[in-house]
């Protein structure tokens, strides 16, 4: 097993992939330099962006790391991408050209469902979106056990592309696309953080991958101190406003100096809408809104890290210590050391109430 924190060979083997089998064919070795970024943002959760001393025709390409350490090899799939070819050049002698990779996810990108087209109501969510994603990709999809049937006909919009069309039926189920590094499409439940288990330790001792630079990006602008909820009944409007107060709070009316009113008009409320349970639902909504979010970007040497998996992030010298955070994007440089430029979030409580 390849210890990360130790000093390794790294070297990198490109392969033609058969869209049939999804099985690795023909190597390829005009490759001279490869990026490939993941984001769970993008429609397509990622690309990657190539530079070839020869033409490739349309094809997928997997990507591999070759780590060697001591007497041990291992070979780690990096990405499935398929392959475009925007530009060339020529300068006498040698090509120089660039090549642009996309998931297999653009296969449902560039589908469109028929117009008109619906699922009726009572179909199960996840088996009806596997039974289309397999018609509409050539990547492998892993079929998922989730069971939960549709209430009402889901009808596609005139714009939507299948994956447009798929993401928001599954979103139903509280469900999004995922890739593996294969190119398999899977289906991953939504998840808070505070529900994930960290797979890794970033540290900043002796033996850290981490790079020196971290950057802390966070606002706390817009949060509210005052939340007013107004809900009309029969008898008229029951209206109930909640202050942060708290001298504890760093965006509490006194900390900040100024009040940030967040009003919400006819709420959506289960039951009696009398004014303790409006008093309960205004309070949670100052619990909810008064949670910052912060975007960790640091950058580190490569290990077995994906979009979406929980970190554990110890940077002591930079006052973050035992925080967990789910990573949100990567780009990872296929060259000397296999820099990981990463993007990790994590949601901090200014008011509990």
């Known amino acids: 097993m390849i210890n990360w924190n130790e000093s390794m060979k790294q070297t990198y083997e490109f392969y033609i992939v058969d869209p049939n089998t999804w099985a690795d064919m023909d190597i390829i070795t005009t490759i001279e330099s490869c990026t490939i970024n993941r984001n769970e943002s993008d429609e397509t959760l990622g690309s990657a962006k190539f530079k070839s001393t020869d033409i490739l025709n349309e094809c997928y390409i997997r990507v591999y790391l070759i780590a060697t350490q001591k007497n041990e090899k291992e070979k780690i799939v990096l990405g499935t991408f398929l392959a475009q070819t925007p530009s060339t050049s020529f300068d006498g002698k040698t090509y120089d050209i660039n090549i642009d990779e996309y998931t297999p996810l653009i296969e449902l990108k560039t589908d469109m469902p028929p117009i008109g087209y619906s699922i009726l109501k009572g179909q199960q969510i996840m088996e009806t979106a596997y039974d289309l994603c397999q018609e509409h990709i050539r990547a492998p999809v892993v079929k998922p056990t989730y069971q939960q049937t549709i209430n009402n006909n889901y009808i596609a919009d005139k714009k939507d592309t299948w994956l447009s069309f798929l993401s928001s039926f599954i979103a139903n189920a509280k469900f999004k696309f995922n ?140 006052g973050i210590v035992n925080v967990k955070a789910k990573v949100i994007s990567q780009s990872i440089k296929c060259e000397t050391g296999c820099v990981v430029e990463e993007k990790a979030i994590y949601t901090e409580s200014l008011w509990r109430g």
């Open 179 to 318: 890739l593996d590094e294969m190119g398999r499409v899977l289906f991953a439940p939504e998840q808070d953080i505070a529900s994930l288990s960290p797979k890794y330790k970033y540290t900043d001792d002796n033996s850290s991958i981490l790079y020196p630079s971290i950057e802390d990006d966070n606002d706390t602008f817009d949060i509210p101190n005052v939340v007013e909820i107004v809900s009309s009944t029969e008898s008229g409007y029951l209206i109930s406003r909640i202050e942060n107060n708290d001298v504890n709070s760093p965006v509490s009316i006194a900390n900040r100096g100024r009040k940030v009113i967040y009003r919400e008009e006819n709420p959506s409320l289960y039951g009696e809408a009398n004014q303790a349970y409006l008093d309960e639902y205004a309070k949670q909504v100052l619990r909810d809104k008064s949670c910052l979010e912060h975007t960790i970007s640091y950058t580190h040497g490569y290990c077995p890290v994906r979009v979406g998996d929980c970190v554990l992030l110890n940077y002591k010298r930079a």
